[in-house]
Structures are given as structure tokens and as C-alpha cells.
Nanobody, 121 residues
Framework: QVQLVESGGGLVQPGGSLRLSCAAS????????MGWHRQAPGKERELVAA???????NYADSVKGRFTISRDNAKNTVYLQMNSLKPEDTAVYYC???????????????WGQGTLVTVSS
């Protein structure tokens, strides 16, 4: 069994910064792509950023230049550095990953439980 656990959410003022972390645990052989999604109240979940095992990344237009995704393969962890936060960034942020377990079972859509980010003065 594999799982993802996010941390780092909270309340921040507009213009502020937060860093989210997401650690994978369990019997892991390797992790392919990892990403962050978010879901605001009354809206559908959307992709925020994604990163390959090799470090190539892509971003939603709404966060380009403000958010940075990175990963530490040795720690099986993905990060999302969020700067210049806006009220419209308020949402529950979820990480996800494509994980191969040591049993050679593949779990292509593992999701974390989500962490709330609130941007408000």
C-alpha cells in the first residue's frame, strides 16, 4: 500500500507565500510523475502544476511566474512553493502521483487527503 500526505497549508495574507509538501510512503519502488491540483469552493478540481521524475515541469497559466513545483526523489517528496498569493488561490490543494510499488503493482492515480490554503486579509 502506498499513500501521499500533504502538509503546509494555512491562512496567509494576499501577497504572501506558502510552501506545500507532499510525502509518499509505503512499499515504493519508484515514482513517475507527481503533481498538485486544487479545488476551490463550488468549482471543479484543476491542475496547478506537474513534474516528471526527471524534473520537467508545467504549470497552469493562472500560477505561472508565482508558483514553483519541485521534488526530492530521495525523499519521495514533491513541493509547491507559492508566492504572491491571491485570494483566488484559496482552495484545497491535493497532490497526486504515479507510483510503482515494490510488488510491481502500479498505482497511477494516488491522491493525498488535501490541505487547505486560504488567502485573505
Amino acid at each position: 500500500q502506498v499513500q501521499l500526505v500533504e502538509s503546509g497549508g494555512g491562512l496567509v495574507q494576499p501577497g504572501g507565500s506558502l510552501r506545500l509538501s507532499c510525502a509518499a510512503s509505503g512499499s515504493i519502488f519508484k515514482i513517475n510523475g507527481m503533481g498538485w491540483h486544487r479545488q476551490a469552493p463550488g468549482k471543479e478540481r484543476e491542475l496547478v502544476a506537474a513534474i516528471t521524475k526527471g524534473g520537467s515541469s508545467n504549470y497552469a497559466d493562472s500560477v505561472k511566474g508565482r508558483f514553483t513545483i519541485s521534488r526530492d526523489n530521495a525523499k519521495n517528496t514533491v513541493y509547491l512553493q507559492m508566492n504572491s498569493l491571491k485570494p483566488e488561490d484559496t482552495a484545497v490543494y491535493y497532490c497526486n502521483a504515479d507510483i510503482w510499488a515494490r510488488t510491481y503493482d502500479r498505482y497511477p492515480e494516488v491522491w493525498g487527503q488535501g490541505t487547505l490554503v486560504t488567502v485573505s486579509s
